[in-house]
């Protein structure tokens, strides 16, 4: 066996007889490492954040293929905006706006329940629904003056008044929410006296505002022909507003089931709540037509 160190030719043994060297050693080639940095990059070049290095090493022996290693190094996470910005998502959105939202999508489930079927709702309408009943009275109490406003010529509108919109929509519309308030004051002592003593005014307002949906609709229609220039948007404009004064105070009246024997015949009620109501127009119709010829309306 020859020493591939010093030349020697040996006839065995593991050592060199002359320098000593192993053989078994001699066997194997050295070990060649191969070191490669390279930076990898999977979005904007010039992206600095980005700092992941690949290293390669490659062993060569003398027996098989030469195998590949490699090792890779944790990518740092990219640094936050030094002014404290963050994205479109985080962005945190008015809650104000939210709650509009989220009322008006409750008021509009509410509304279109009522129409279909306003008797059923009515019956089933409590107390909690005193905001969207009150929000049914001051549209019904709005579009009445608005179409008077609309169907009235301009000409006439700034010969009555100086300050035709006001004088013409927005008093009138104060009034007829007043108005509407206190035919839902007498629809509750009606039933107070007659079928439920128990009753509750919140309740009472919450019913009167899912009567009146089917009569804002009829509002609505009328405003169309009104705007159209048809005499029919009058017909439909007087429908709305009978029903809602005299039909809803006798519906509600009769919606509650007596509670025990005693108290007030229905139809005495409801004929007490038309006397109240005719009382009220004429002193409210006084009071208006007292402070129209004055020129001072309310005080403004």
Known sequence: MRCEICGHENEQGKFCEKCGA????QLEEPVKIQTVDHQEVTGDLSNSSFSGVERTVNRETAVGS???????????PPKAASNGAVGDESAQTNPYLESAKQNSKVYLDYFVKGLKSPLAVTHKTGSEQLLNGTISMVIFAILFPLMIYLSVGSEARNFFSSSPFVDFALKPAFWLAVFMLLIAVYTFGAVKVSTNPKADLREIIARFGTMLIPFIVI???AFLFILMGSSIGGAFLSISLVGGIFTIPALITMSYKREGPGGLDTLYAILLIYAAIFLTMLIIGDSIGSMFRSGNMFGF
Do not use: A, E, N
Not at 66 to 76: A, C, G, K, R
């Open 22 to 25: 192993r053989f078994d050693t």
């Open 66 to 76: 030469p195998p590949s290693l490699h090792v890779f190094t944790t990518q740092s």
């Open 219 to 221: 509002s609505l229609i």
